[in-house]
């Protein structure tokens, strides 16, 4: 990372200078540096494997005017999201938190069989198909066509798009106002911060409800979640930051949640500015938290990247050590988060053998830059190997209750994140 005394100078990249793309300000300090990796969500298949691979920077920098961290777009959107590799159905509690939301937020919205429901980046309906079941008319807007498909199987109406201004008003002119709006991790996803919020703005009623479930940079940096970091992952909002952003389109940002979710998450409700009432004591104690974290100053920010590198240090001497023990490692789980663990840890096969998941679409496909194979979970039992890599670590509690069995031949679980624990 970059020394606080040099980071303050405008940012470049490729001698172009970047510029906030919540303010517009020029002036960005260094906050990790990962290298340079592919894509995280382009997995290879045995042809592709073979062939050259385009790597992109993967540098976070924060704001020193409205301090949001953020990645400069690299890649865009639709480079990423017009065929994805992630469907949310997979993940048995994933779905299961879904379904509380749409619980919880039916009472908070007052919700009913004459409501309308829109989701941004709906997915394969994993959230949708619960309003579904309540008889409430709902809407996905879903950019991905592959996922977007699943979901309309499921008897979810899905209209394939990115959420932009134009989208929003169009929605709005076709269904009519929405009494909630949700947008359950995307909202780090977009790189066109403000034009996402006057879409979400476009659609909403004027008395209506906004839910935004995002990651919380207070515990990325708290529990050292570099791996969260990735070329469709755009920002990483603190709540101040978030707050910031809604307001650029228009909403105020009344409650918040906090969740357990993807390592530490937030759920942010918002209203058209002309209703919000005044944000509520937990909005006052999270700002407060935060400030204490010193993550309301740009120098606040300086010291994530050593953690990080310490991590990277630890993991691999395990694995080094493992192999010279003669000891067989493999992975469970092939999310975007751990493509970054891999490529910015150097885990190749030689280290880790294969990995698995439960999506049918990654299995025979290779990891993205490390090009460790992807097998069906099945393979784990059949190969009984010594431990087990777990990638997708914000599961922790349903991956261990899936891999209960393999403590029959005395396997064990490797955590790597927030810091090296084997089970």
């Known amino acids: 990372m970059l020394k606080a005394d040099v980071s303050e100078v405008a940012a470049t ?23 340079a990796t592919p894509p995280c969500e382009l997995f290879l298949t045995t042809e592709t494997a073979e062939q050259p691979e385009p790597t992109y920077p993967l540098h976070v920098r924060v704001c020193n005017a409205c301090l949001l961290a953020q990645l400069p777009p690299e890649i865009t959107p639709e480079e ?8 949310s159905s997979f993940s048995s509690s994933w779905v299961e938190h879904a379904r509380r939301f749409v619980d919880s937020a039916a009472e908070r919205a007052g919700l009913g069989t004459d409501s309308f429901v829109v989701e941004v980046a709906s997915n394969d309906g994993y959230l949708l198909q619960h309003v579904v079941g309540k008889g409430i008319r709902c809407l996905g807007v879903e950019p991905s066509v592959n996922v977007g498909d699943a979901a309309r199987e499921k008897g979810v109406p899905t209209l394939t798009a990115f959420l932009t201004p134009e989208t929003g008003a169009q929605v709005r002119a076709e269904h009519g106002p929405a009494d909630l709006v949700c947008g359950n991790n995307v909202f780090a996803h977009i ?15 004027d008395d209506g409800w906004v839910s935004i479930e995002v990651q919380h940079l207070l515990t990325l940096v708290e529990r050292k979640q570099f791996d969260t970091i990735y070329h469709e992952h755009f920002q990483y909002y603190t709540l101040l930051t978030g707050q910031r952003a809604l307001a650029a389109g228009g909403l ?40 204490a974290a010193g993550l309301h100053t740009p120098e606040g920010h300086d010291g994530f990247a050593e953690a990080v ?24 789980g092939a999310p975007g988060k751990g493509n970054t663990l891999l490529n910015y840890c150097g885990i190749r096969p030689d280290l880790l053998e294969y990995t698995v998941d439960r999506n049918p679409y990654k299995h025979g496909r290779f990891t993205p830059g490390t090009r460790i194979p992807i097998h069906p979970p099945e393979r784990i039992a059949q190969d009984r190997p010594d431990y087990v890599l777990i990638l997708p670590w914000n599961l922790r509690t349903e991956l261990t209750e899936q891999l209960a069995g393999v403590r029959e031949w005395g396997s064990r679980l ?7 624990e084997v089970v």
Request: glycine letters at 8%; aromatic letters at 8%.
């Open 191 to 205: 790189p066109d911060v403000v034009g996402f919020a006057q879409g979400l703005r476009a659609m909403v009623a």
């Open 80 to 87: 990423t999201f017009s065929e994805y590799a992630y469907f």
């Open 252 to 291: 105020t940002l009344v409650d918040v949640e906090l969740l357990d979710t993807h390592g530490g998450s937030i759920r942010m409700w918002a209203r058209p500015a002309e209703v919000a009432a005044a944000p509520s004591d937990t909005v006052r104690e999270v700002l407060a938290a935060e400030a």
């Open 13 to 35: 990249v490729s001698g172009i200078t970047i510029s906030c793309r919540l303010c517009g300000s020029t002036e960005l300090r260094s906050f990790c540096d990962l290298g």
């Open 309 to 332: 590198s310490t991590i990277r240090d630890d993991l691999v001497s395990f694995l080094i050590d493992a192999r010279r023990r003669g000891k067989r490692v493999v992975g469970y």
């Open 414 to 420: 490797v955590f790597p994140i927030p810091s090296l």
